[in-house]
């Protein structure tokens, strides 16, 4: 059994995913019907769908999605932190059609020029209320945004916080510092645990190879462990750089002196309650 802890959708029509260059092969529709082929062929049977935009509406449908099809055991969606209602909001995604996929939330970080932006006193209330409530805290950032994020879990230990794709290190350049160093002190705190998931865009596209992504795994395995480290593949964003077959097997390839059992099944298992 494989748990891919990471994946999205997006349908277009429904509304647009700004996010994506105009020009980019995944500005298109990638629905759920359209991953559960590969991820059965692949020998995944459970994953967790996570937020792509910053609206309130999408959510709810990713809960109603998890609902509709077996192959989602979870959900990561979004909500404005920054808001004094955050507990009467997450009280009412529960109660919708789905609600109780709902396992935990996340905000595109990387994208506030605030380096610091999860130490704001009302981001720190809404993420009190994200603990509250029991569910994580994904974290997408950037490199230079991780020493916050240490900050924020060691204030907040009663919170876990999951660091998506590594916290996206400069896997194309080949330089390990200062994330690698700052990876480390974000995993000394017990409350965080960290996707093995995103490497493959990190990376040149046209041209990664194994060899290129295992500095970046062997520090988070090494700073981790088995037993805070999950798969995740990406998907569709990893289609950038390779297939979801190619994302899996790289996976395995650069864990394969350690307990996959963990890393692809029961970290994640055990982080979303799935």
Known sequence: MTVDAHHHVWDLSVRDQDWIDELSPIRRDFTITDLE???????????????????????????????DHALIAGVVGWTDLTSPGVPDELARLRELPGGQYLKGIR????????????????????????????????????????????????????????????????????????????????????????????MVTEADPASWTVDDLRPYADTVLDAFGPN???????????????????????????????DRTQIFEGTATRVYAL
């Not at 769908?49 to 109603?64: K, N, R």
Request: contains cysteine; glycine residues 6%; charged residues 20%.
């Open 37 to 67: 082929p590969e991820a059965r062929a692949a020998g995944v049977d459970r994953t967790v769908l996570v937020q792509t935009i910053t609206v309130p509406e999408e959510t709810p449908e990713f809960l109603a999605l998890a609902a």
């Open 107 to 198: 905000h595109q970080v990387q994208g506030e020029p605030d380096p610091e932006w999860l130490l704001r006193p009302d981001v720190r209330r809404g993420l009190t209320a994200v603990a509250d409530a029991g569910l994580v805290y994904d974290l997408v950032v950037l490199p230079h945004q991780l020493p916050a994020c240490a900050k924020a879990a060691a204030s907040l230990p009663e919170l876990t916080f999951v660091l998506d794709h590594l916290g996206k290190p400069p896997i194309a350049s080949g330089a390990l510092e200062p994330w690698a160093s700052d990876v480390r002190t974000l995993a000394a705190l017990p409350n965080t645990v960290c996707k093995l998931s995103g």
């Open 228 to 258: 805070r480290l999950m798969f995740g593949s990406d998907w569709p964003v990893c289609t950038l750089a390779a297939t979801y077959g190619e994302v899996l097997d790289s996976a395995h390839q650069l864990t394969d002196a350690h």
